[in-house]
């Protein structure tokens, strides 16, 4: 009988024999012990997403849940959620978003050119930590100074220990990240700009029972804090999945240099075929059955987003990363009222930051050897990874 567990080290490091176990043994599957239930299959996934009345976020999106009332618009449900959602997404305008092309892209390369002449660099403390940080900042308009503050404590606020509990440092690091944006809000409401700050402390949205509602200094503060950090983590975790992904597969790296123009689709393969998030996490509304198995209303329910990916009933040959795929919609981001704000500025992150690899490294390999991975039952990547930079 299939037994899965996300914690066991064994199951960290390579989930997906187990999650092929899942989707054809257990499609429901139930863990007594941890006390979740466990949806594997992409319709089930993707059909659960799409249904917020039924799988509610408030009580957490980890397998543990967190207390009700959290202020992050990822924990919400509706109607609180629709308002505060409507004014974040001011932020993230496809031309706002576009308009960040050209420093990514130089910021990607002054992190990589410092490794022109070396040997080796670590792709994850070297780039791929540091990049999406200073796009969040550039986008939110942080000041210079502030910066490497703002990286260390972003830093600090994702530490955790072996079996994945928060650390004292970490909830630490979060009041102190909490109270710069707050200082930093604060400061524009008494000298508005024309940045992201002082757009979300101006933008007005009327609340389904038809009140015009404004954020308050707290509330802008939380949002920075969550951008902060749902844009850090994941994307930091991408780029050395995929880098991975054109190290085992040479043919579709090779394929990519003769046709540069296949990169868009490469990173929707790269979420697909290792995804930074391996699940979202839900509390079951009421009763819900699914393949004859009933789901108690108040349960603990994990949408299994790394299985979905890899359903051989929703892709050809899945295990295979192939950059001719065609994905209509990458289940890494979600779906529905919760699918990633930052989705459109993940991907051009991260496809800028492949461009400027292979433009410079273009025989590099992974040391998989010396890859450290990171702990925890959810965020799937590495903390480390050598880099050969002309090759293994
Ligand atoms: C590869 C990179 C990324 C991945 C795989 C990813 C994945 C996700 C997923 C799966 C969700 C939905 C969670 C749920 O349904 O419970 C989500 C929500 C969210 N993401 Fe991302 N994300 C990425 C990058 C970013 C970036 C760069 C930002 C912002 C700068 C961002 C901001 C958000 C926010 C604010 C939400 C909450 C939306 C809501 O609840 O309405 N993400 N992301």
């Known amino acids: 009988m299939v037994a899965y567990n996300p914690y066991r080290w064994e199951t960290a490091h390579d989930p997906y024999p187990i999650y092929r176990q899942l989707r054809n043994e257990a499609p429901v599957y139930r863990n007594d012990d941890l006390g979740f239930w466990a949806l594997s299959r992409h319709a089930d996934v993707v059909a659960a997403h799409n249904d917020p009345v039924t799988y509610l976020s408030s009580g957490g999106v980890t397998i543990e849940g967190t207390e009700r009332g959290s202020p992050l618009l990822l924990v919400m449900d509706q109607p609180e959620h629709t308002w505060h959602r409507k004014i974040v997404s001011r932020v993230f305008t496809p031309r706002r978003v576009g308009d960040l092309e050209p420093f990514i892209r130089a910021r990607a390369g002054e992190l990589l050119d410092k490794f022109r002449d070396a040997a080796e660099f670590d792709v994850v403390t070297d780039f791929s ?7 969040i900042s550039e986008l939110i308009g942080i000041p210079e100074d502030l910066r490497a503050t703002v990286h260390d404590l972003s830093d600090r606020v994702l530490t955790r220990t072996g079996d994945s509990q928060i650390t004292d440092e970490a909830i630490s690091a979060s009041i ?27 933008t007005e949205v009327t609340d389904d029972d038809g009140r015009a509602r404004r954020l308050s200094d707290e509330e802008v503060a939380i949002r920075f804090q969550e951008l902060a950090l749902a844009g850090h983590e994941t994307v930091a975790k991408l780029i ?4 991975v992904a054109l190290t085992w597969f040479p043919d579709q790296r090779r394929r990519l240099r003769e046709d540069p123009s296949l990169m868009r689709r490469a990173v929707d393969e790269m979420l697909r075929w290792d995804a930074p998030s391996q699940y979202q996490g839900r509390t079951a509304a009421r009763d819900v059955e699914i393949h004859g198995v009933t789901i108690p209303a108040g349960d603990r329910v994990i949408l ?23 994905i209509d919609h990458p289940v890494s981001f979600g ?34 050897e010396r890859a450290v991975r990171h702990a925890h039952s959810n965020v799937r990547g590495l903390s480390h990874l050598p880099v050969l930079v002309h090759g293994g």
């Open 129 to 135: 930590v540091q990049l999406p940080l200073d796009v």
């Open 176 to 202: 102190e990240l909490f109270a710069l944006f707050l200082d930093l809000v604060k400061d524009r409401r008494a000298h508005p700009r024309d940045d992201v700050i002082s757009l979300l402390i101006q």
């Open 240 to 243: 050395p999945n995929g880098m």
């Open 304 to 326: 299994l987003t790394g299985s979905a990916n890899h359903d051989e009933r929703a892709y050809d040959d899945p295990e295979r990363f192939d950059v001719l795929r065609e």
């Open 335 to 368: 779906f529905g009222i919760h699918l990633c704000l930052g989705a459109h500025l993940a991907r051009l992150e991260t496809r800028v930051a492949f461009e400027e690899i292979l433009a410079r490294f273009p025989r590099f390999a992974v040391d998989g």
